[in-house]
């Protein structure tokens, strides 16, 4: 358990928080847009996890709790609103919801 | 209050304030009585202020009031000063008096025109300024004046508004004096720089201390102050505004261009005198420019056949007398000639404006004839002004005055043969262009029928005139005639004595001199207006001289000079620059802003897309120079 260094954890929290951007910018519907949001920020958890493991301080573990209990708001929240906009518009396709263009 | 000095001025001032506020609703006989109740009111009380000050003189020779502080700026403290000595008695006494005789003849003679309110509004509003211009005790009040008069000038020249010429004549006499009053407000600058107050007492006191004699400072001022009094008194080279002015009413011309607003720049001269005696340059400029503008008029006035512009002409050839007086030092003749000159040239105008109205707006003189027993006051009230201006030998009040002023020309302190010669032609030419004037208005036989006569406002004042014109120079006898020199004794305290360089028993021969010039004056327009009319005609036919004799009609060809050189130029780059360039610089700079708020909203597309991507390359723009820099 000693022997995984700090850095290979936050080069994969790297990649993880990576790979949900590309996801935020590659995907047309919103909801794996949202998916793609979740993945980012359970990335930057996991980079807070492992900083607190390497200080031997529980803070890292409170602000992953921190992070959990905002991420499910979030979701909560963004789910309703994905419900309104496919109840208005019909489409959850992020390139037809252009009204406001300016 | 026991000092009622304060009193004078503002009398015109409240008649103008309840002119224009109530005018309209006022019936005629109130607005006369208003107008002129309010210049008379102004007389009375110069008489009694004048006689107070004149039986119990204060030792500085001084009455002044202050009223109050105009304001304070700091050290710079000018207050509403009213300051009485012996040159500004003499000013307010002709400026009451004849305004309220003149207004008494505006009550008559504008009886029929639907803007009465309006006139004697402004025309009170003018003597109110004329008033303070020669009672201020300092330079600012003075300039307060001075503004106003050319405000209601003006005002009273374009009175007639509905004519587009009246309004070019009324803007070209305020643009021509303004060019004036700038060089003297500059003036008023240096004054200010140099002595830190403009106190008329305190500068003339400060200034033999902080000026050499000749110094190229005093030089400076002096010259500024003279441009601003060329411009009010219509010199050489600002005079082109004052024969297009008559085409104001007559009173206005008789008040305004005849006997006050003219003579403001003499006043200031005199008033100044102390800076002009500093600087003999100044003062040699004063008497040459009044010696060639007095010479120039006399012979536009010989070629004018519109009656009031051979007065206009008159008036400008006087006043160049006055300005060749105050230049050769002879300043209590220069203010002799001024009152003498006021009293007759307004009678002039006055008798004038009465002929026109008789003949029913009929200016031009080669139109009338035979009125000297159709018109008899007129003529005889015109015929004693008339010998006045020419000045008439020892009958007139115009002699005395002129005579002075030639045998000073000659014998004064700054004299010269020159200044002498150009003022004795000026005399012979006065003289011819009179005659003429008379004789074709009065003489002959009559072109135009009287349609009515002038009713007694108007005839009253004229006889008045025509007394003052008569008797008035008696009170100031040549040297060698008597030693009966009151007026001058009055002037002493303020304007120094006029020193002579040559011996003074030369004197009658240079009186001779101008009594001959006159009637040789007398007799050749005689010779070529009722004598022999032909020979004027046939001489006109000679190709040169016609074209000279135009070139004098058209005042010496100042108005096309100015025209070309000045007037056209700038037309021509006010139409260059009708989309003016300096403004577009201002509205480009809208523009620009505005392109670039258009380019800046294209980047707000509306999708979420493009957004995530703006974020995420300023992400990595940041962290890039983070670990770079």
């Known amino acids: ?102 | 209050m026991d000092n009622l000095l304060w009193l004078i001025p503002v009398s015109p001032l409240a008649g103008a304030l309840l002119l224009i506020l109530a005018g309209n609703r006022m019936s005629k006989a109130a607005i006369a009585f208003v107008g002129a109740g309010s210049i008379c009111l102004s007389a009375i009380l110069t008489l009694v202020v004048g006689f107070n000050f004149l039986s119990n003189t204060p030792p500085t020779g001084i009455m002044s009031q202050t009223l109050w502080s105009w304001f304070e700026v700091a050290n710079f403290k000018p207050e509403i000063t009213l300051y009485l000595d012996a040159l500004s008695l003499v000013f307010i006494f002709v400026i009451t008096f004849i305004g309220a005789l003149i207004h008494i003849y505006s009550a008559g003679f504008m009886t029929t025109d639907k803007d009465y309110s309006r006139f004697f509004a402004c025309m009170n509003l003018f003597v109110f300024s004329m008033l303070m211009l020669v009672l201020a005790d300092n330079l600012l009040l003075l300039y307060l004046g001075w503004e106003g008069v050319g405000l209601c000038s003006y005002l009273l020249i374009g009175f007639w508004h509905e004519s587009h010429a009246n309004g070019y004549a009324a803007r070209k006499a305020f643009i021509i004096t303004r060019i004036g009053d700038t060089a003297m407000a500059i003036g008023l600058f240096l004054l200010f720089y140099q002595f830190g107050t403009l106190a008329i007492p305190d500068i003339l006191h400060k200034a033999p201390e902080s000026w050499s004699n000749g110094s190229s400072g005093v030089t400076i001022v002096a010259l500024l102050l003279l441009a601003g009094g060329l411009g009010k008194s219509a010199q050489l080279p600002l005079q082109t505004w004052l024969p297009d002015a008559m085409a104001g009413p007559s009173p206005v011309s008789a008040l305004i261009h005849a006997a006050t607003m003219v003579t403001a720049g003499v006043y200031l001269i005199a008033r100044m005198h102390v800076l002009f005696e500093l600087s003999p340059i100044a003062q040699t400029t004063v008497a040459v420019i009044g010696a060639v503008t007095l010479f120039i008029a006399g012979f536009s006035a010989l070629t004018q056949y519109d009656i009031k512009r051979v007065l206009a002409y008159s008036t400008i050839s006087q006043i160049g007398y006055m300005f060749l007086a105050l230049g050769v030092g002879a300043y209590s003749a220069a203010i002799f000639h001024f009152m003498i000159h006021a009293f007759f040239k307004a009678l002039l105008f006055l008798a004038a404006g009465a002929v026109i109205e008789a003949l029913h707006h009929e200016h031009n003189m080669f139109k009338m004839g035979g009125l000297k027993d159709k018109l008899p006051v007129i003529f005889w009230t015109f015929l004693i002004g008339s010998a006045s201006l020419a000045a008439l030998p020892l009958l007139s009040a115009g002699f005395y005055s002129k005579d002075q002023i030639l045998w000073y020309a000659w014998a004064g302190e700054g004299g010269n043969p020159w200044l002498w010669l150009l003022a004795l032609l000026g005399a012979f030419i006065t003289a011819a262009y009179t005659t003429r004037m008379m004789i074709l208005t009065f003489w002959g036989e009559s072109k135009t029928t009287v349609s009515h006569k002038p009713g007694k406002l108007m005839t009253v004042p004229l006889i008045i005139l025509a007394f003052f014109a008569l008797f008035g120079g008696f009170i100031e006898l040549p040297h060698n005639f008597a030693h009966f020199t009151l007026f001058s004794n009055l002037l002493q305290p303020v304007l120094p004595l006029t020193k002579l360089n040559v011996n003074e028993s030369s004197e009658w021969l240079f009186q001779l001199i101008a009594a001959i010039a006159t009637l040789s004056g007398i007799a050749l327009a005689y010779f070529f207006y009722s004598r022999q009319p032909m020979r004027l005609a046939g001489l006109r036919t000679n190709g040169a001289f016609n074209s000279l004799y135009r070139f004098w009609h058209s005042g010496w060809g100042f108005d096309k000079a100015y025209d070309t050189l000045l007037v056209k130029p700038l037309v021509y780059v006010s139409r260059a620059n009708k989309h003016d360039i300096i403004d577009r610089i201002y509205s480009g700079i809208t523009t620009a802003s505005l392109t670039f708020y258009r380019w800046l909203s294209l980047t707000q597309t509306g999708s979420l897309r493009w957004y995530v991507m703006g974020l995420i390359v300023g992400a990595i723009i940041i962290l890039t120079m983070q670990i770079m820099l």
């Open chain 1, 1 to 102: 358990m000693n022997g995984i260094s700090i850095n290979m954890v936050m080069i994969l929290a790297a990649i993880l928080f990576i790979l949900g951007i590309a996801g935020v910018i590659i995907r047309k519907n919103i909801i794996f847009m949202l998916l793609s949001v979740e993945i980012m920020l359970n990335a930057s958890g996991l980079a807070f996890i492992a900083a607190g493991a390497k200080w031997a301080q529980p803070d890292g573990q409170i602000m992953f709790i921190f992070i959990l209990a905002m991420a499910a708001a979030e979701v909560s929240v963004g789910l309703a609103l994905i419900l309104q906009v496919y109840h208005q518009h019909q489409s959850l396709d992020i390139d037809k919801l252009k009204e406001m263009r300016g």
